[in-house]
């Protein structure tokens, strides 16, 4: 009789228990949250970095077009083409790439 109500026993105690499960289950949730927002807040942060490299690349393009020409560009292609700029003063092109570059987002 003995043998008997121990093999019971160990047998009810082989697996995990619904709250147990429930548990490691939450706490996984949370650490996947807490992981999810810290990624969105890194990928928020590279974007606005990203932006303002491109901000300074295309002002110092515009400095740069303004000291050899004399006056600012009409447009943002005069970076990259003479297009209206006076003959022999254009020494771009001011901008690297066949064209200017998208907002990040």
Known sequence: MKTTFTRRRHRRRRGFTLMEILLVLAILVILGALVGVSFMKLRQNALID????????L???????????????????????????????????????????????
Do not use: C, M
Request: proline residues 11%.
């Open 59 to 105: 002002e110092q393009s515009v400095k740069h077009y303004q000291i050899d020409v004399g006056n600012y560009p009409t447009s943002l292609s005069g970076l990259i083409e003479p297009g209206d700029a006076p003959q022999g003063k254009w020494r771009g092109p001011y901008f690297e790439g066949t064209q200017l570059p998208l907002d990040p987002w």
């Open 50 to 57: 990203s932006a303002k490299i491109q901000i300074n690349l």
